[in-house]
DNA sequence: CAGCAGGTGCAAG
DNA sequence: CTTGCACCTGCT
């Protein structure tokens, strides 16, 4: 155990983990990252264009945490691609340090069911307090007990009762459906990485109090499904405010960014809300 | 205290 | 098929 040490362009690490993709992340006093994922604790700071990820190998590294923050990818030609669009120049001139995190297919499923109606630090006091109480044991930060999310078997005798009271409110019995079609098979998981993004749609939108944009969200964080555009609140405001000038529905707003950003729409999507959060655009 | 927040299901038109 | 509203919870 060392530190691993990697020099890239056009990633920044803050803006990767808290531009609203991810929600396991806590930023230390000194600009150190701790990030729980693939049931691992990583410590991980940048400096300049380098990455230092502490007590990981080289091996970890190449199998967990390039896949995870998405390093391989070039970048600089996907910004490039859409900087004729005034827009998009400027929002990526604002966050240029994005990448689109590779989440595990659960955990970020149960996560964005309880993103609906909240706040991220709503969210990631659910998510907490879910895994505290199901997950495993990974080690400590300043004092606290850090766990894992929990597998759909650790979560297999919750009630709804019991997750309700986790603070997910009236999301409980959504993320008991999602356990139970896990469990009984109905759901396959691993399969979904072999179906078209279309199909794995489909599988996802049959579990209770997922829709559109849960879906989407799930496709393009943890399937690696970079067409799709996920459309909540701020992307919609974004979308009306520069492009269309008009209150629009979602699946118009859908249509038009599949026009005008084609195959690498998650990636407009995402340089797009952080902008329009950040800026309150539209509100 | 009422209103609202990174949506969705459900009942009514 | 489209629209409007309730929904846990916690913060303003």
């Keep these: 155990m060392t530190t691993f040490i990697k020099e890239i362009e056009d990633f920044d690490l803050e803006q990767t983990l808290e531009c ?27 400096k300049n264009n380098e990455i230092h990820f502490h007590h990981t190998t080289l091996e970890e590294y190449h199998d967990t945490w390039v896949h995870y ?25 604002y ?9 595990e297919v659960w955990e970020c499923l149960i996560s964005f069911i309880i993103s609906q109606n909240k706040a991220i630090p709503h969210i990631q006091k659910i998510i907490k307090n879910i895994s505290e109480a199901y997950g495993d044991y990974i ?22 009762q019991d997750i309700r009271d986790l603070k997910a409110g009236f999301r409980a019995p959504y993320i008991i459906d999602a356990t139970r079609r896990v469990l009984t098979g109905e759901l396959d998981l691993h399969g979904l990485q072999e179906l078209t993004t279309e199909e794995a ?5 049959q579990i209770k109090g997922v829709g559109n944009k849960i879906a989407d969200c799930v496709l393009l964080f943890s399937l690696g499904r970079h067409e799709v555009f996920p ?10 405010y520069f492009y269309l000038k008009e209150d629009t529905k979602l699946d118009a707003i859908q ?15 995402q340089y797009l809300f952080y902008y329009a959060r950040e800026k309150k655009i539209g509100k």
Excluded: N
Excluded at 95 to 103: A, L, N
Excluded at 139 to 144: A, L, M
Excluded at 201 to 205: I, N
Excluded at 255 to 269: D, H, L, M
């Design 69 to 93: 923050f998405d390093l391989d990818r070039d970048y600089r030609g996907i910004k490039s691609s859409f900087e004729e669009d005034l827009v998009m120049k400027e929002a990526i001139a």
């Design 231 to 240: 459309i909540d609140i701020w992307v919609k405001r974004v979308m009306e």
């Design 139 to 160: 080690g400590d930060h300043d004092g606290e007990k850090l766990y894992t999310f929990p597998t759909p078997e650790q979560l297999r005798e919750a009630t709804e």
């Design 95 to 103: 966050k240029p340090g994005v990448r689109i995190i590779k989440q």
């Design 255 to 269: 249509v038009y960014a599949k026009e005008k950003f084609g195959r690498q729409a998650g990636f407009a999507q």
């Design 201 to 205: 749609k489909k599988e996802l939108l």
């Design 20 to 46: 609203g993709q991810c929600f396991r992340y806590m930023k230390l006093d000194d600009g150190h990252y701790k990030v729980i994922a693939h049931g691992k604790v990583l410590e991980v700071m940048q």
